[in-house]
Each structure stands twice: as structure tokens, then as C-alpha cells.
């Protein structure tokens, strides 16, 4: 994948443990185009990838603008953001992918969690741009751990935007999900994104109230602390355009595997958020782990994460 050059041009604190940079080509060219739940690959001193939502308007290619919540138990990507990198750093990015596009719908409903206010703002941008009907549920702990405020009260936000606080009661207190997603429609769009224990509570109500699940649109940022299982075996994997086999211990990854012998795949989190490690299945049923692929492209078994991803049986035929 083309890398890009950018530089911090700007470093900003937005909310209690949150900062934004705003990155522009280092050679002052315009950046690539992206779309509304976009996001890049940062490559981070010491060698650290991770990935970030875009935000602003997606028709600004002068920059591309990021914010980066300081997790607690962070693994050194977000830790490294705050505390080393700098207003005029010069830092290397991936092109925007989309892995969470909106799709043409009569009406929106986006619901975000914490950080996850990062691509649904910029999704409720491109909405407005386009003079199509959403919402804007934006939860958020305590007032101080809310980005953004100042720019989601203004054009092209207001009014379509609700900030909700666990900490206050009436109009600004919790979300009421029950409410909100009680007339599920064909013509109704939901977009959801934050921590995943949130994730998961907003997608269960819409399970409950009678959504299709091709109506419903989530991304994660993060994985679960481990994607291994008691009873994980060991397996093989076949190598389609060779015929190598190679054997993955219950420990190791097929993207550590196939890394470890030569076999180049793209792998990026590390987690199956980002899907840059998705690889093709010629035979066998793998056993999914990853957050980015759908349901569908799940039941269909013809690729999955080799970061993170297993096999159920005991051997995997890989499309490389």
C-alpha cells in the first residue's frame, strides 16, 4: 500500500485525555480523497501501526485530522501520540481505507461512544453536504471527556446533534436506546462506533427491537485483550500457489507463521479491527475472530484475519 509523508501542523488537546493532530502532505501537495468513516494507518516512532478515524470535512484535501484518545491500558500507540509526537514532526501514513462507509438511506441515526464521535462526525459532514436526514447521539462519561462540543454546536451540526452525559439527568442525561430504536425501518440507517461494550449494547436493542442487521453498521477500535480460547489447537496451512505447509502452534498466529517463513502478508493492529492482513481461503473453515469482516463475508468462508483468525479443522488452504 502507498505510503504518505505528512507533517503535524497541529496539536491540539480537545477533551480530558483526547488530542487531535492535523496532518498536510510534507511536499504541500493535496492528500488522496477519502469518504466519511475513512481512516489511515499512523506509523509511529519505535515501530508501532496503528489506525485512526478521519475527521473533518472529506472534501478538505489540504489535511487530515485525527484524535487519539490516551487509553489506560494502552499497548504504546496512543501513550507514544501524546507524549512523542510533536506540532512539525514529519510522520508516515497509509492512504485513507474505508472499512465503514455510509450507505444511500432515507434517514441516519448515528450513535457514538467516547472516541467513536471521530468518524460519525465526520459522517453527519458529509450527510449535511449531501441534504440528507440524520441524528447525531453523542455519549460521553462527564462534560469533560467530550470533544468537539464547541464544533458539534455549530454549522454545519447544529441541531442535529445530542451530547448525553452518564453523570447528569433530563434531556442531556443517559442515552434511552429502547426509545430511540423502537420503529425500526427499511429506509433507516444505524451507525455505531465506540468502546465495544458499548457497541455491543447499542446492537443488542436494535436486535431486540426488530432491526435487519444489513441496516446496522458498527466499528470497532479496538479488540478484546486476547483473541485466544481454551481448547485453541494447532493446525496447517497450505500455501495454494506452492504448495508449502506450514504448521501454526496453538500460541502463534498464521500471520506470525507465514512472517516467520518468508510469506509476506500486510498486517497492521494486530487485532482483526483494520482488515489489512485479510487473506483468501481456497479450502477449510476458518474460525473467526476478527471485528471488520461482516457477518456475511464470515459465513462466506473465503478469507479471513491471518492475525488473529484460526482454523477449525486441521488445515487451511491460503489463496497465496
Known sequence: MTQLKVRVTSKAREAEGICSLELEASDGEALPPFRAGA????????????????????????????????????????RTVHENVNEGDV???????????????????????????????????????????????????????????????????AGNVHVHFDDVSGSQGPLDLDTLLARPSGDVHLYVCGPSGFIDAVVETAKCQGWSSDNVHLEHFAAPATTQKEGDHAFEVRIASTGQVLVVPREESVAQVLAKNGIDVPVSCEQGVCGTCVTGILEGEPDHRDLCLTEAEQAANDRFTACCSRARGSLLVLDL
Do not use: K, W
Not at 515501530?47 to 490516551?70: C, K, M, N, T, W
Not at 468518524?119 to 440528507?132: I, N, Q, S, V, W
Open 39 to 78: 481512516h489511515v494507518d499512523l506509523y509511529l516512532p519505535g515501530g508501532l501501526i496503528r489506525q485512526y478515524s478521519l475527521f473533518g470535512s472529506p472534501s478538505d484535501q489540504r489535511r487530515y485530522r485525527v484524535a487519539v484518545l490516551l487509553e489506560a491500558n494502552s499497548r504504546g500507540g496512543s
Open 91 to 157: 510522520l508516515t501514513i497509509s492512504q485513507p481505507r474505508n472499512l465503514f462507509p455510509l450507505v444511500p438511506s432515507e434517514r441516519t441515526i448515528l450513535i457514538a461512544g467516547g472516541i467513536g464521535i471521530t468518524p460519525l462526525m465526520c459522517m453527519a459532514e458529509e450527510l449535511t453536504l449531501e441534504g440528507r436526514a440524520y441524528e447525531l447521539h453523542y455519549c460521553v462519561r462527564t462534560a469533560d471527556r467530550a470533544a468537539f462540543l464547541d464544533r458539534l454546536g455549530s454549522p454545519p451540526f
